[in-house]
DNA sequence: GTTTTTATCTTTACAATGTAAAGATTGATG
DNA sequence: CATCAATCTTTACATTGTAAAGATAAAAAC
């Protein structure tokens, strides 16, 4: 057997690799530099070179959790059913658990890194779309349709932290949902869901 | 100067208070054991012998905040202002940031726990009586209310979540919210929001 | 083609953490 | 008073993040 050559070739994504490895398997608690790097069968510090600290490999590999979840939701975006983002993006943090909880937990990220801060920016101009806005920023937007924007990613986000929390257990097992989440989030989630602008039924007037 | 008695008194009360003073002042990441010791006076090991080990700890820790917040909501519930539970949903969370961010983070938390079970419980019995049920455990009731209650939760606890991770501080830079979360709140969550039991507005028919 | 530089990876080292085990102290119990 | 049990301390060990210094090899310079 031969050993393995002093210089991995391209290290970063191994690391990157190893560590959604290690975090589908124990979650984000399992996510430790000297760890990740056993996983990718390098030394101790290695990872160190290409991301400075543990926080800048996670910041990465939340990143990368950013750009998939806007992908699956523009993906969805074009399915005429119109509830299918909703679902798609619950089923998002059904299938990549450890990873969608990594992506909400700021003590454990970098938001100055450049490569966090774009993918989450971009996440905005899709939810932002979503609700027939033009703009790129929320800095640019009206209030009403801030509060749009605000309730959808309220009623999503809380509801898949709730659920992958476990906090919902309780709630699933009442008969009437079988253990199915997506049974709660259709009696959840409001009906109309316009995709397109136009008045707003569910909003509260202006005060 | 007194050396301190070799016994405590009622250390058990003393670590929380500790635990809750770092938590202040530093979130969930600054709790640890040893600091938590350091900070209450006494040796490194001490707190394991009340509360087993960390998880343990944190979890009684959590528990206080789950009854603080019930308290809380109670409290609000006698408000004639419709919307008073709400906007004191987020305030607890804008006043208790740490605590409110470790009592969902289920991780460094045992569910097991006498204290943590009992008091997760007795926070649904406070939320299925907002909206209108007699329920005390979601598994006794029917699929419109577990709706209800899902909506309500799942949109409340998104918002704190995604205001405590700093996610809504773009939509916040904006001028029309003025940086005040409750101006967000206000334009977000549906207007009638009944508290006794009716027809339900914003609800999806049954499929 | 040889030398120098630079990026990459390893080894070593150190402080901090969680927790297990054994010992010290003290209030309670008989 | 003697014994016990609860409480707290000391000691010890494996693990972690990360800084510093050394080894290796690819790339660049000449």
Redesign the interface.
């Known amino acids: 057997m031969s050993t393995p050559p002093y210089h991995h070739g391209n290290l970063r994504a191994a690391v990157l690799e190893a560590a959604e490895r290690l975090l589908d398997q124990g979650?984000?608690?399992a996510l430790s530099l000297r760890g990740i790097a056993r996983e990718a069968g390098v030394s101790a510090t290695a990872p160190a070179h290409h991301f400075g600290d543990l926080s800048g490999l996670l910041s990465d590999l939340a990143a990368i959790g950013f750009q998939r979840l806007a992908e699956t939701i523009r993906r969805a975006a074009t399915d005429p059913a119109p509830r299918a983002p909703v679902h798609a993006y619950v089923r998002f943090a059904q299938d990549n658990p450890g990873l969608y909880t990594l992506m909400?937990?700021?003590?454990?990220l970098d938001?100055r890194r450049e490569s966090l801060a774009a993918a989450?920016?971009a996440s905005?101009a899709v939810l932002l779309r979503s609700v027939g806005s033009e703009a790129r920023?929320?800095?640019e937007?009206?209030?009403?349709t801030?509060?749009q924007?605000?309730?959808r990613?309220?009623?999503?986000?809380?509801?898949c932290?709730?659920l992958l929390?476990?906090?919902?257990r309780?709630?699933l097992?009442?008969p009437?949902?079988n253990g199915d989440p997506h049974?709660?989030l259709?009696?959840?989630?409001?009906?109309p869901a316009p995709v397109r602008p136009g008045p707003v039924p569910?909003?509260?007037?202006?005060?």
């Open positions: 979650g984000p608690s909400f937990r700021s003590d454990r938001y989450s920016q905005w920023m929320p800095a937007s009206d209030l009403a801030l509060g924007v605000t309730f990613w309220s009623l999503l986000h809380g509801f932290t709730l929390d476990g906090q919902l309780p709630l097992a009442n009437a949902c049974v709660l259709d009696v959840m989630v409001p009906p569910t909003q509260a007037p202006s005060p």
